[in-house]
Nanobody, 115 residues
Framework: QVQLVESGGGLGQAGGSLRLSCVAS????????MGWYRQAPGKRRELVAT???????NYAGSVKGRFTISRDSAKNSVYLQMNSLKPEDTAVYYC?????????WGQGTQVTVSS
């Protein structure tokens, strides 16, 4: 079993920055993919960014150039640096870990961006 705990959400201003963190614990394989997804009210959950254990990254077009995903595999942690925030970035952000035999989610952290 794997547990994910996010932190760092809150209220930001348009043009500002926020940083999200996620720590994983439990049975974590060395080969995995960690990422961030978000869900705005009335919308489907969508991918924000992912990072593989080897370091390759993938971003949604809407955040490319503004958000940066990184990880510290020794700490089983993943981070999301969000710059140039926009009101449309307002959502609940979920940490995700995918590995053989399992796909796991955190409880989510609210990010609200005011204009």
């Amino acid at each position: 079993q794997v547990q994910l705990v996010e932190s760092g959400g809150g209220l930001g201003q348009a043009g500002g920055s926020l940083r999200l963190s996620c720590v994983a614990s439990g049975s974590i394989f060395s080969s995995n993919i960690m990422g961030w997804y978000r869900q705005a009210p009335g919308k489907r959950r969508e991918l924000v960014a992912t990072i593989r254990s080897g370091g390759s990254t993938n971003y949604a077009g809407s955040v490319k150039g503004r958000f940066t995903i990184s990880r510290d595999s020794a700490k089983n942690s993943v981070y999301l640096q969000m710059n140039s925030l926009k009101p449309e970035d307002t959502a609940v952000y979920y940490c995700n870990l995918g590995q053989s035999y399992g796909n796991y989610w955190g409880q989510g952290t609210q990010v609200t961006v005011s204009s």
